[in-house]
């Protein structure tokens, strides 16, 4: 029955969440002709939706309000509607805690809220980043913990039980979701897929396929939770590595950069990452951590990811060392000058603050008691705490010339780069957004 539905698009399908992963994901399942509600937990959020208007650059207000309208989608903050969907998407954080072990609340508060309301045929797919077992020894007990009670069983006989991969189906279909790039998005990213029983990856498959230009189907969910922290922990382990060359580079007055381009003319077995003062956005610098946290449960120290981490926490300590050089050039202490730090965002090109090194970054100059000030096309407003409210500045010539040092920590394209230098006092510049600078390179330094 829910194989036809789906391939019919007849199916009701329902996200919960509504951020960077579940909207775009929302817009792309509605786009397919599938009825569509949305869950998410933000009254604010749902209400701004309502009325077409996205929180999430990769996905355009002309393109959310016409599906808003439509009624193809729907959102709300009721959880009740999870009795009419067939299909239940969970996209909700999966953030650290403060001793780096996994924060599962989210994950537990959306299994509890379906598991409430459970009901023959339904398929449930947990998108969130987290730790192999997740899906089949977390998520599954909660829905089967309420699977006899009586108000979950109506289609079958009183006294049995609603069974994985027969009555319903659950799988772990990690999300793929880069903010900001424009070539690959949900449609015509591969989707990976790894259910609890094959039945259940057989649904998964059939659902996504409608919407999905490539599947790819693995054995179970834990291979698929594995296959997320891979992808991730590769990239944070690379950048560490990088982040480490360059650090040995500085030692030996060397060009990191020009050493990278020049490998990167190598058309094998060689991939160029680049240093930065930092990782963030919710991927990289979390997901090791939920790797590295399930091996010790195995009996195993996961040395060379937490070494990668290590390294990259340490960049932002080292772009204070950079700017106080940069500083000291000017006989001038950190203590008392003016910094104007351009880009706040995690990467180039988009407003997402979520573990942007340009906070820590921020955090010790002040510890240092220098004033700042930022710019940053993307981000209007920036909270380091609960008490003080940044406002992003003009970039005009006034605002970078009485800066004692324009601080480079995201490489915006719609700077241009020329006309910063020009008007600069001193840059230091963490991304080499001013590699093609031509006039005033004296002015710069890199990491």
């Known amino acids: 029955m829910i194989l036809e539905k789906i391939a019919n698009r007849t199916a009701h399908a329902g996200i919960i969440g509504l951020g960077y992963v579940g909207l775009p994901l929302m817009v792309a399942i509605a786009s397919a002709g599938f009825r569509t509600t949305g869950i998410d937990i933000c009254p604010q959020k749902i209400e701004r939706l309502k009325q077409g208007i996205s929180d999430v650059p990769d996905v355009p207000n002309s393109v959310l309000a016409p599906l808003i309208t439509s009624g193809h989608i729907q959102v709300t903050t009721d959880f009740s509607v999870l009795e009419a969907l067939d299909t239940v998407n969970i996209c909700v954080p999966t953030p650290l805690c403060e001793d780096r072990t996994p924060d599962m609340q989210y994950i537990v508060a959306a299994s509890e809220q379906i598991a409430q309301r459970l009901h023959s045929g339904q398929l449930i797919i947990l998108e969130s980043t987290t730790y192999p077992g997740t899906t089949e020894e977390f998520v599954l007990p909660i829905l089967d913990a309420h699977v006899n009670k009586k108000s979950l069983i109506q289609s079958l006989e009183v006294g049995q039980s609603l069974e994985v991969g027969r009555d319903f189906h659950l799988a772990y279909s990690p999300e ?24 259940c990856t057989e649904v998964a498959e059939t659902f996504y396929a409608q919407f999905i230009n490539k599947i790819h189907t693995v054995s179970s969910s834990r291979t698929a939770e594995m296959v997320k922290l891979l992808e991730n922990t590769f990239r944070s382990v690379n950048i560490g590595l990088i982040n480490e060359v360059a650090l040995i580079c500085d030692r030996m007055d060397l060009d990191v950069w020009e050493i990278i381009d020049a490998a990167a003319t190598k058309p094998f077995g060689f991939m160029p990452f680049y240093p930065g003062p930092g990782t963030g956005g919710h991927c990289i610098p979390v997901d090791p951590h939920y790797l590295s946290w399930k091996a010790q449960k195995y009996q195993y120290h996961a040395r060379f990811i937490e070494l990668a981490s290590e390294i990259n926490n340490e960049m932002p300590r080292y772009v204070v060392e950079k700017i106080s050089d940069a500083l000291n050039l000017q006989r001038k202490a950190l203590n008392g000058s003016k910094l104007l730090m351009l880009g706040v965002a995690y990467k180039k090109d988009v407003g997402d603050t979520r573990e942007s090194p340009a906070l820590e970054v921020i955090r010790l100059i002040l510890d240092k008691k220098a004033e700042f000030v930022y710019h940053d096309p993307y981000v209007s407003n920036l909270s380091l705490d609960s008490k003080t409210t940044y406002h ?6 006034n605002l970078v010339q009485s800066a004692d040092c324009v601080v480079i920590l995201t490489d915006h394209g719609v700077v241009d780069y020329n006309w910063l230098v020009e008007h600069a006092q001193s840059v230091v510049d963490t991304r080499n957004a001013t590699r093609r600078v031509q006039m005033g390179q004296e002015k710069i330094i890199k990491i």
């Open 176 to 199: 793929r979701i880069e903010p900001g790039n424009s070539t690959y998005y949900v449609t015509n990213t591969a989707k990976i897929i790894g259910g609890v029983t094959p039945r």
């Open 392 to 397: 992003s500045k003009p970039l005009t010539a």
